[in-house]
């Protein structure tokens, strides 16, 4: 089993920025492709970005050029920093490790909560 925790979420200004954390417990898992999801309340959980270990990203559109994905191999730590935040991107922020070693495994941590308010 691993463990994936994550931290970072409060609250923050519009405009204003934040950077997540999530970390994993298992050695392995620096070979994982780390995500970022969110889902706001009464909406489906949300794709934001990917990395791959060798530091590939995928953004959803809306997101690109205001959120960066990056990722600490080393400390298995993956990294979302966002600016430029709007009431909308208002949601719970969920963090994914997913991998094929040494065995098919795709973990989610708790989620941690984003709120975007004057």
């Known amino acids: 089993q691993v463990e994936v925790v994550e931290s970072g979420g409060g609250l923050v200004q519009p405009g204003g920025s934040l950077k997540l954390s999530c970390a994993a417990s298992?050695?392995?898992?620096?070979?994982?492709?780390m995500g970022w999801y969110r889902q706001a309340p009464g909406k489906q959980r949300e794709f934001l970005a990917n990395?791959?270990?060798?530091?590939?990203?995928n953004y959803l559109d809306s997101v690109r050029g205001r959120f960066t994905i990056s990722r600490d191999n080393a400390k298995k730590t993956a990294y979302l920093e966002m600016n430029s935040l709007r009431p909308e991107d208002t949601a719970v922020y969920y963090c994914n490790f997913r991998g094929s070693y040494p065995y098919n495994y795709n973990y989610w941590g708790q989620g941690t909560q984003v709120t975007v308010s004057s």
């Open positions: 298992r050695s392995f898992t620096w070979l994982a492709v």
């Open positions: 990395i791959t270990s060798d530091f590939n990203t």
